[in-house]
């Protein structure tokens, strides 16, 4: 166990080089017993498998050793992201599948576990129907279950461009985990799925989940000119990132841990924006880290089910919603039909 975990608020390096990565650190409260979590900023090489599991590994160590409880990675963070050529593309994927590196899981990952620092939150292709693969997050623990088993994980059930060649959509996959030692709910959204207003409102009004754990390989580079009025942007698929995670976590009252892939691929040339950070409840961005560098953040003591009741103390979205639109069959779809 780690003797580093920082007690106080003048018990970290707020920022730092460690090894190959920037450590940003920050406390948001002083009770040492709630849960810090860790982001990894980071980017994924392709091909090469082996180079993003030295980084996976490295940024887990540093994550342990600064006193984090919980480590995520960004989508695709062990296979690295699709490209064009179909031929070259499947061959690599097929050698990327998950299934086929639990042996490093299993065997190097999984002992870095301990009381402290508990859980690894990865995602990455696993085997899918026919010839795809399902777009899988996963969490990694001393616990002893399958963490690939479907009910243990989730699938992307949102799939834009490229990701319909090789991928299958999740359907209406949900995943929620309840923290053993009551630090809150959580659910989950892999990049392109955090759009879907209906599914976070599932999560917030028919789950009830204190926070979202977003997952990503988003986009920076997009087009949008609006010459009369002398607007234009080419950023704007990373703009929009910076814009829904805060107005999602207002809107919906919940926490955003978003972890999103950095840099720009070595194949295919697309850059990823970036931007991992932690949102509150009330749509405030605590930490955010760059849109162009590979970077460790690790946010201590966070206090998720305090800070999320007290933006409802102030005003309920919830409960003012459910006073007009009534919940239908299974209770996730609303409508403001009244009998």
Known sequence: MSDYRPR?????????????????????????????????????????????????LRACQIFKERGANVAIFPE???????????????????????????????????????????????NNITRGPARKFYNTTFLVSKLDFNYLDPKNA????????IE????????????????PKGFGRFGFTTCYDYLFTDLLREYSMGDNVDAIIQIASWRAASLRDYPGMN???DR????????????????????????NAVGRHSISGAYFWGGSGIWAPSGMKLLQASHVNEELLIVHNLNIQAERQAERLDIDYGMDFRAIYKPMGDGYIFTRAVD
Not at 164 to 179: A, V
């Open 8 to 56: 106080t608020l003048n018990q970290i390096h707020p920022i730092g080089q460690v090894d190959e990565f920037f450590v940003v650190e920050r406390i948001f409260s002083e009770d040492a017993g709630l849960p810090s979590v860790g982001l990894a900023n980071i980017h994924a090489e392709v091909p090469n498998i082996e180079a993003n599991k030295e980084k996976i």
């Open 76 to 122: 695709f963070c062990l296979s690295g992201y699709f490209w064009e050529d179909e031929h070259a593309c499947w061959a690599y994927m097929n050698e990327a599948v998950t299934e086929n590196h639990k042996d490093w899981i299993d065997g190097t990952l999984k002992p870095l576990l301990d009381d402290e620092f508990r859980v690894i939150i990865m």
């Open 154 to 161: 989730y699938y992307k059930i949102f799939l834009p461009g």
């Open 164 to 179: 319909k060649t090789y991928t299958e959509t999740g359907q209406d996959d949900r995943l929620m985990i309840e923290s």
């Open 231 to 233: 607007v234009r942007t």
């Open 236 to 259: 704007y698929y990373g703009e929009l990132w910076d814009m829904v995670m805060a107005a999602s976590s207002a809107t919906n009252q919940f926490w955003t841990i978003a972890c």
